[in-house]
């Protein structure tokens, strides 16, 4: 379960937004929860011409002022919880891929913009190599937590991986209704020429991927009854982001290792579009 917890902080709003959707769920699992700041290289740099100890003391100057903000933005949270608070200085995907690794942590959660975001967030290259070298679920906040998540889209390929984000979305959010999620490629679209012969295929490939859907749901751990299973045929980012808008989803979840299209998610121009188009928060479960 979720026992250990990470939030990724830059002093931003969305940052903000972050912290206090993992107080939520923090909060609910009784985790431990921890909030890292990374003071990145280029300001270190400012400090290269300066003797060593003077250096030493303008990063402890630096620290002292970054924590003092730290918890005068903890005191403005509606939700008030314990969180522990820790500066690291370097790289800052590699600080938050280490502390991951090396203290067991369940859960991240970052921020859709802000200063260590570029472009929207996926062009930043510290937030990508945090989601791409993730073996844990990354949570990427783009709203103001000011809801609980009711209206959850989860994409699927049939896939293990796609199983596992599956539950990992159930375990986090039980008491949402899920709308289960498979696009896929109408290459038959292409194939038969025919109207009549197109149709009658597209009614028999529904049909089948209809039940395919139920029984993934079936075998999956989670509750039946809180999934709705649809299938359409399109392109995955566009449709995921279509699909998520008109059902007014409040959180898209996909799975980053399958077997089909959407084992792009989070490599290549599929990943990129769907991170920068989707207006809603991501939960990326690898």
């Given at each position: 379960?979720?026992?250990?917890?990470?939030?990724?902080?830059?002093?931003?709003?969305?940052?903000?937004?972050?912290?206090?959707?993992?107080?939520?769920?923090?909060?609910?699992?009784?985790?431990?929860?921890?909030?890292?700041?990374?003071?990145?290289q280029?300001?270190?740099?400012?400090?290269?011409?300066?003797q060593?100890?003077?250096?030493?003391?303008?990063?402890?100057?630096?620290?002292?002022?970054?924590?003092?903000?730290?918890?005068?933005?903890?005191?403005?949270?509606?939700?008030?919880y314990?969180?522990?608070?820790?500066?690291c200085?370097?790289?800052?995907?590699?600080?938050?891929?280490?502390?991951?690794?090396?203290?067991?942590?369940?859960?991240?959660?970052?921020?859709?913009?802000?200063?260590?975001?570029?472009?929207?967030?996926?062009?930043?290259?510290?937030s990508?190599?945090?989601?791409k070298?993730?073996?844990?679920?990354?949570?990427?906040i783009?709203k103001?937590?000011?809801?609980?998540?009711?209206?959850?889209?989860?994409?699927?390929?049939f896939?293990?991986?796609?199983?596992?984000?599956?539950e990992?979305?159930?375990?986090?959010?039980?008491?949402?209704?899920?709308?289960?999620?498979?696009v896929?490629?109408?290459?038959?679209?292409?194939?038969?020429?025919e109207?009549?012969?197109?149709?009658?295929?597209?009614?028999?490939?529904?049909?089948?991927?209809?039940?395919?859907?139920?029984?993934?749901?079936?075998?999956?751990?989670?509750?039946?009854?809180?999934?709705?299973?649809?299938?359409?045929?399109?392109?995955?980012?566009?449709?995921i982001?279509?699909?998520?808008?008109?059902?007014?989803?409040?959180?898209?979840?996909?799975?980053?290792?399958?077997?089909?299209?959407?084992?792009?998610?989070?490599?290549?121009?599929?990943?990129?579009?769907?991170?920068?188009?989707?207006?809603?928060?991501?939960?990326?479960?690898?």
């Amino acid at each position: 379960m979720f026992k250990k917890i990470v939030v990724a902080t830059d002093f931003s709003k969305h940052a903000r937004y972050a912290l206090n959707r993992a107080m939520q769920i923090a909060e609910l699992f009784q985790a431990e929860l921890t909030c890292i700041h990374v003071v990145q290289q280029n300001f270190l740099d400012n400090f290269k011409f300066l003797q060593p100890t003077n250096e030493e003391k303008h990063l402890q100057d630096h620290v002292k002022k970054v924590e003092t903000s730290f918890h005068k933005e903890l005191k403005k949270m509606p939700n008030q919880y314990p969180v522990r608070f820790i500066v690291c200085t370097g790289r800052v995907s590699d600080q938050i891929n280490q502390y991951v690794d090396n203290n067991g942590i369940d859960l991240v959660l970052m921020g859709a913009h802000g200063t260590y975001y570029l472009n929207d967030y996926i062009l930043g290259t510290s937030s990508e190599s945090v989601i791409k070298h993730a073996n844990i679920p990354v949570q990427l906040i783009k709203k103001n937590p000011e809801f609980s998540y009711e209206r959850i889209l989860v994409t699927t390929d049939f896939s293990e991986s796609s199983r596992k984000a599956t539950e990992t979305a159930y375990q986090l959010y039980p008491n949402a209704q899920f709308l289960l999620l498979h696009v896929s490629d109408v290459w038959y679209e292409k194939k038969n020429g025919e109207t009549t012969e197109r149709q009658s295929f597209h009614d028999e490939m529904h049909h089948i991927l209809q039940n395919k859907l139920m029984l993934f749901i079936k075998k999956a751990a989670v509750d039946p009854t809180r999934f709705v299973p649809k299938y359409i045929g399109g392109y995955p980012p566009n449709d995921i982001v279509e699909c998520a808008s008109t059902w007014n989803a409040q959180l898209v979840v996909a799975g980053t290792r399958g077997h089909s299209a959407l084992h792009y998610i989070l490599i290549g121009s599929v990943t990129n579009r769907l991170l920068r188009m989707c207006q809603t928060d991501i939960l990326i479960v690898p």
